[in-house]
């Protein structure tokens, strides 16, 4: 079989949801391509720009040089309850200070009883929840009500800027188990997926603790506090690379629901996804959307790895392009953009107190550079496309964006941006994952 490199897959998708848009189209990126000096953030759907593009999900290895993506704002211990939203910034509002905003948002979310539910009306790519402040090793927990219903996944996890990942994923299709999944540099193995039944045999009506304990040398899953599935460091050595291939480097924390039974999308992820998506279905009866419901969320974080360059305690960063744990260090850097045309290479661009050729190239690049979102990477699995005759790589994942329902277009935003928005809605390393489930039927 042909194997396209997950960054191609990125690639692909996210062109298909640009080419839309006339006016710009972003430069694309690879890890064979970088992104050029004047758009230099390559987003996580593999497209360069600046603002939004360098914040959470900006690769540094595809970037332009390691340090065009902003510092990553370093772990915060925290526990997050659900009385109101103040603490969450829609993705197009977000320019980097997890202080002000600990959640970066796209779809609808919606509060209930003090829970979070993320909502997928019909015909939607329903919602997205991503945590600004980056973990770096620790244990993060949610009590967790998947959503129902085939072709509905809900998913818990952590992605990283240079695509290591830890998952749960609830397929609406069978409500007595859960998956979990882990990725290296977004690298596609098949043997990483594995599923675990849950107590009591129903994911949506009954409330489970869901945690992933992430440390240096192992990883664990657990529901209800019991393990149910771990990884070890030891166990990823791979002899020709000469490295761990573990999930080693500072990743975000999400959660959000998508559509991956969506009619327009490929068969096989339709198919994994337990079936295509009934949009009559109870819930969409009931309460006008598919939903599934987050309690506390914690997060405790670890201490970095010994070893570790500790120069301060603001945010983590990459000194080298090996995109492994020791290419980590912990830095003073700040984490905030001024505006939409800045970058982790001029922070300040855009800013009143700054001269006049900025202040050229920061409405040069809002007015015709998607926002990408910070808070965006969301999804599950990350990986890659394959296909023989092409039909994998056509998947499905394009399909899923265009089709998001847009009540941002309404909003008087620009065009690129509201295009952006609908992008941001879908789960798109979900989409990704089903890509790679499709590609080992
Ligand atoms: C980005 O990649 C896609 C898919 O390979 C391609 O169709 C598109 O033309 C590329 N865009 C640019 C600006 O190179
Ligand atoms: C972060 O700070 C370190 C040391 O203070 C410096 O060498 C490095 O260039 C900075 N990196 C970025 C991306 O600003
Ligand atoms: C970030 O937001 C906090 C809280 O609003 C504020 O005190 C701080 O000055 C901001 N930091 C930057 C760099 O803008
Ligand atoms: C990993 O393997 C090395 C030697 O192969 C051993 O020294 C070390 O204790 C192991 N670590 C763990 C956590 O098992
Ligand atoms: C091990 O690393 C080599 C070289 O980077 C790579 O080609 C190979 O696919 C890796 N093996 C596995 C099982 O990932
Ligand atoms: C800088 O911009 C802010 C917001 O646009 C504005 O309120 C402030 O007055 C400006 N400051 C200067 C010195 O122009
Ligand atoms: C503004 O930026 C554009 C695009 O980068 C450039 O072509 C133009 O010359 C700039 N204008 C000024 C006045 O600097
Ligand atoms: C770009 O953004 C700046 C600051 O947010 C704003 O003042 C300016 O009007 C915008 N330019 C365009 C062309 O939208």
Same mark, same amino acid.
């Given at each position: 079989m042909l194997r396209l490199t997950p960054a191609l897959v990125v690639a692909y998708l996210a062109a298909n949801i640009v080419a839309q848009d006339d006016d710009f189209t972003p430069p694309n990126c690879s890890l064979d391509e970088l992104c050029p000096e004047e758009y230099p953030c390559c987003s996580v759907y593999g497209q360069c720009g600046t603002g939004a593009y360098c914040l959470g999900g900006c690769d540094p290895l595809m970037s332009h040089s390691l340090d065009s993506c902003a510092p990553m704002p370093v772990c915060q211990s925290k526990t997050y309850t659900w009385e109101n939203l103040d603490n969450a910034a829609k993705n197009n509002e977000y320019l980097g200070n997890a202080s002000e905003a600990d959640w970066v948002y796209s779809g609808y979310p919606e509060l209930e009883d003090g829970n979070l539910l993320l909502t997928m009306p019909k015909n939607s790519v329903g919602s997205l929840f991503g945590n600004n402040h980056y973990v770096w090793y620790g244990k993060i927990g949610a009590h967790v009500k998947s959503s129902r219903g085939a072709g509905v996944v809900t998913a818990f996890i952590l992605l990283s800027d240079t695509k290591d990942e830890i998952d749960y994923e609830w397929?609406?299709? +069978?409500?007595?188990q859960v998956e979990t999944n882990w990725y290296f540099q977004g690298v596609l193995n098949y043997d990483n997926g594995d599923s675990s039944k849950v107590d009591s045999g129903n994911t949506f009506e009954d409330w489970h603790h869901y945690e992933i304990d992430w440390s240096p040398d192992a990883l664990n899953w657990l529901i209800d506090g019991d393990i149910v599935r771990t990884l070890t460091k030891n166990s990823t050595w791979n002899e020709t690379g000469n490295r761990y291939e573990y999930p080693q480097t500072p990743s975000r924390m999400q959660m959000s629901l998508w559509p991956a039974g969506q009619a327009s999308n490929a068969e096989g992820t339709i198919e994994w996804a337990g079936g295509e998506i009934d949009w009559d279905s109870e819930d969409i009866q009931d309460k006008g959307y598919y939903y599934a419901s987050f309690g506390e969320v914690t997060v405790e974080c670890y201490d970095p790895p010994s070893g570790t360059n500790i120069i301060g305690d603001v945010s983590y960063d990459f000194k080298d392009d090996a995109g492994l744990e020791s290419s980590v260090e912990v830095t +003073?850097? &700040?984490?905030?953009?001024?505006?939409? =045309?800045?970058?982790? $290479? +001029?922070?300040? $661009?855009?800013?009143?107190?700054?001269s006049g050729s900025s202040g050229n190239s920061t409405g040069v690049t809002n007015a015709t550079v998607p926002v990408n979102q =910070?808070?965006?990477?969301? &999804?599950?699995g990350s990986s890659t496309g394959t296909g023989t005759s092409g039909e994998t790589t056509s998947t499905n994942a394009p399909g899923t964006f265009n089709q998001g329902t847009d009540?941002?277009?309404?909003?008087? &935003?620009?065009a690129a941006l509201s295009q952006n928005e609908r992008v941001l809605k879908g789960s798109f390393f979900a989409v990704l994952v089903a890509v790679v489930v499709l590609i080992t039927m």
């Open positions: 397929v609406g299709a +069978d409500l007595t +003073d850097n &700040e984490t905030v953009l001024a505006s939409l =045309g800045a970058t982790g $290479l +001029d922070m300040d $661009l855009g800013s009143n107190s700054t =910070g808070g965006t990477g969301n &999804e599950p009540d941002d277009s309404s909003d008087g &935003e620009n």
